[in-house]
Antibody, heavy 119, light 107 residues
Framework: EVQLVESGGGLVQPGGSLRLSCAASRFTFSSYWMSWVRQAPGKGLEWVANIKQDGSDKFYVDSVRGRFTISRDNAKNSLYLQMNSLRAEDTAVYYC????????????WGGGTLVTVSS | EIVLTQSPAILSLSPGERATLSCRASQSISIYLAWYQQKPGQAPRLLIYDASQRATGIPARFSGSGSGTDFTLTISRLEPEDFALYYCQQRSNWPLTFGGGTKVEIK
């Protein structure tokens, strides 16, 4: 089955760091742009970051630029999100998502991993 | 940043009824809009892209229309599994943005 599975979420104190991972299976991971999208508890969806197939281009929403870094390892079919200087407002379920070609929609999503930033 | 406003926030309908959901953009986004369905505890699922194109495997009772700033998702006859949250998303401008969602609940 084609799928994405996130891991690495948890409880972290404000100012702390966390690294999320996303394992892709049963599709050619290296052929797709990939993204992270988050959803705060009881709230809507927010796009966080995108990364090109070879990792050479990356885009971020303003609220995380300079604090979060998206990366990938195509040999391991894996996507990552390094989150530093975490704030309470970063608390959310983080989804890994596959981008549809160059259309910038999301046609495959993982089940999400919860990040809670609290003291 | 393009703001997407979805209405109504909650839509209370019975199975078999027609659902009409609205998404309005703060500026023109041509046809570059998608719709997603999300059920509790699950990830979103792509339903419609480029305003009116059904994604793979999506039943024909789901249809999308609109262009510019006003878009509509229509579910022709609600099935029990259609009661869920629905989000719109635009890809016309960076950053990519989502609407606040419409909850379709059983009346």
């Amino acid at each position: 089955e084609v799928q994405l599975v996130e891991s690495g979420g948890g409880l972290v104190q404000p100012g702390g760091s966390l690294r999320l991972s996303c394992a892709a299976s049963r599709f050619t991971f290296s052929s797709y742009w990939m993204s992270w999208v988050r959803q705060a508890p009881g709230k809507g969806l927010e796009w966080v970051a995108n990364i090109k197939q070879d990792g050479s281009d990356k885009f971020y929403v303003d609220s995380v630029r300079g604090r979060f870094t998206i990366s990938r390892d195509n040999a391991k079919n894996s996507l990552y999100l390094q989150m530093n200087s975490l704030r309470a407002e970063d608390t959310a379920v983080y989804y890994c998502a596959r981008v549809t070609g160059l259309d910038w929609y999301f046609d495959l999503w993982g089940g999400g991993t919860l990040v809670t930033v609290s003291s | 940043e393009i703001v997407l406003t979805q209405s109504p926030a909650i839509l209370s309908l019975s199975p078999g009824e027609r659902a009409t959901l609205s998404c309005r953009a703060s500026q023109s986004i041509s046809i570059y809009l998608a719709w997603y369905q999300q059920k509790p505890g699950q990830a979103p699922r792509l339903l419609i892209y480029d305003a009116s194109q059904r994604a793979t495997g999506i039943p024909a009772r789901f249809s999308g229309s609109g262009s510019g700033t006003d878009f509509t998702l229509t579910i022709s006859r609600l099935e029990p599994e259609d009661f869920a949250l629905y989000y719109c998303q635009q890809r016309s401008n960076w950053p990519l943005t989502f609407g606040g969602g419409t909850k379709v609940e059983i009346k």
